[in-house]
C-alpha cells in the first residue's frame, strides 16, 4: 500500500506511462519556471474528490472547466465552451470548441465527456462537488460537440454553479482505466498539463502544446507548492524558492517593504468570511443567542489591529466586489450591552458554554482572529472553547454539520446567490443547518428571475433576513496581500487564484 506521502508522476508526452513513487523529487528547471505558493491541501488526483478553491483553479487549468470568470472584463468566458444560451426556461444549451486536442494528442472535448464528468460528480463515492448541480437535473449531449444541462426549475444563476467548479475529464480514458485514469491518464485539455502530483507536497504543471494562443512568455512550467505557515512563504520568497508568495498576513508584510527583487499588491477579495452558528445545535437554535453573539463582536477593532486595515467589512450578504452590493439595513452592530440583555432574555444570565472552531493558516490571520471573537463573546457571557483541528478534519466536519460554531470563509463570484444557496437554504447541505420558508422562498425567485435589476432587489430581501436572523455573521472580506519576484508579472483579481495564461515572465 502507497503511504500517504507517496505521489503520482506522469510523463507529458502521449502515451508515456505513469509511475507512483515513493520520495519527492524537484521538478526539472526550465527557462521560465514558476513556483507558487498555496495555503490549500493537495490530498488526491482525483479532481472531483474536493471542494476547495485552489485545486479547482488547478484541475480547471489541467482538464478545463466548462467557463471562468474573466474579472478584468468582467463577464464569464468559456475554457472548453465556446458558446452558451438559455433555451427555454430550464434548459441551457452549450457548444464546446472545436480546436483542441487532448495533452496525450487525443481528441477534443466531446459532449460524451461533459455527461461522463457529470455523472462522475453526482456518483463517485470519493466526490465532494455534487452541489455544483444542486439544480441541474440532467446533463444531455444533444451531438458530439453540443450538450443541454436540464434544471430543476428555472435558474438564472447557473453559470455561477459552474464556473471555475466543474473540471471535464476524458470518458475514453475513464473506459479504459477507471478510476485509476487520475493516476495513470491524467489528460485534460486545459492550458496546461499534469507533470506530478505530490500529495500533501505540491502539484507540477507544464504548458500543454496543444492550447491555442498560450503567450510564449507565460509559464513553461508551473509548481504549486503547499505552504501553510506565513513565516515560511515569506522566507521562501525573499530566497527565491517561490515566485509568487500568495496570501500574506497584515503583521508580515514589513517584511517585504525594500526587499530587493520582490514587490507586493494588493487586491480586494470575492471571498467572504464569517461566523457561522449552527441552528441545529443548542444554544445556536435561538435567535436571540445568535443575535447576542453578532453584538458582541467588534469587527472594526479586529480590522484595524489584527488586521492592519487590510478588509472590507461586510453589513449583510453581499460584499462590495459583488453585483448587486448594498449594506443590509438590518445588519447587526457592535452592542456589548445588547447582547449581555439578549443573552439574559433567552434564559442565559449566568453565560453559556459554547465550543468555537477554527482553521490555523488556511486563513489570514484565522487563529488570531478566532482568539480575539473568543474574547469578545466571554465579555458578553459566552464561556468560549477554542478548538483548532488540521484544515482537513475541519472542513468534513463543517460539511456533516458536526461544528456548532465556526470562523471560515466561503469562495464567491460576482453573482453571490450560488454561495449563500449553498450554505443558507433548507436541505442543500448541512454546513449551518438554517432553514427558513421565507428564505427560500426569497432563493426561488431569484432562481426565476432573469432581469438583473429585479435580481438585484431580490438578493437585497435574502441579504436582510440573513442579517436579521445571522445563521451566520458575515465578517468581512480581505483586502489579499500578494508577492512576487520583481520578474514576474500577475495582476491579481477578486478570485484570489492564479490563472498561469495571465502570468509573465519580464
Partial sequence: MLSRRAFLHTAGAAGATAALLSSPVRAQPASRSLTVT?????ASPNPYAHSSSHLYSIWQQVYGSVCRFNFKEGRYEGVLTESWSNVEPTRWRFKLRTDLKRHDGGPGPTAKDVVHSWRR?????????????????????????????????????????????????????????????????????GPYMLERFDVDQRVVVKRSPH?????????????????????????????????????????????????????????????????????????????????????????????????????????????????????????????????????????YPNGVDIDLYTAVGRYISDRQVAEAVAQMLGRVGFRVKLHTPEYANFTQEIRAGKLPMFYTGRAAKSDVVEALTQL?????????????KELDGHFDKLRSEFQPEAQCGLLHQASEHLAAEVPALFMWTHQVVQAMRSNVDWTPDAGGEVWLPDVRFG
Avoid at 38 to 42: A, N
Avoid at 151 to 157: D, F, H, I, N
Fill in 424 to 436: 443558507f437554504e433548507t436541505g442543500v447541505t448541512k454546513r449551518i443547518g438554517y432553514s427558513s
Fill in 38 to 42: 498555496t495555503t490549500g491541501i493537495i
Fill in 211 to 347: 492550447w491555442p494562443g498560450l503567450p510564449v512568455n507565460a509559464p513553461d512550467v508551473a509548481v504549486f507548492q503547499m505552504m501553510l505557515e506565513p513565516e515560511q512563504r515569506v522566507t521562501a520568497l525573499l530566497n527565491n524558492e517561490v515566485q509568487i508568495a500568495r496570501v500574506i498576513p497584515p503583521q508580515l508584510v514589513d517584511r517585504l517593504k525594500g526587499a530587493a527583487g520582490v514587490r507586493t499588491v494588493v487586491a480586494g477579495a470575492q471571498e467572504f468570511m464569517f461566523l457561522a452558528m449552527n441552528s441545529k445545535h443548542k444554544p445556536w437554535d435561538d435567535v436571540r443567542v445568535r443575535r447576542a453573539a453578532a453584538h458582541a463582536v467588534n469587527r472594526d477593532l479586529i480590522i484595524d489591529k489584527l488586521l492592519f486595515g487590510l478588509a472590507d467589512r461586510m453589513d449583510g450578504a453581499v460584499n462590495k466586489h459583488q453585483n448587486c452590493y448594498a449594506p443590509a439595513r438590518s445588519a447587526l452592530q457592535y452592542d456589548p450591552k445588547k447582547a449581555k440583555a439578549l443573552l439574559a432574555e433567552a434564559g
Fill in 121 to 189: 460528480v453526482m456518483t463517485d463515492p470519493a466526490s465532494q462537488q455534487a452541489f455544483i448541480f444542486a439544480e441541474v437535473d440532467r446533463v444531455e449531449a444533444v451531438d458530439e460537440t453540443t450538450f443541454d444541462m436540464v434544471t430543476k426549475r428555472p435558474v438564472a444563476q447557473l453559470l455561477s454553479y459552474l464556473t471555475d467548479f466543474f473540471s471535464v475529464s476524458s470518458a475514453e480514458l475513464f473506459e479504459k482505466h477507471g478510476a485509476a485514469a487520475d493516476k495513470l491518464a491524467p489528460y485534460g485539455w
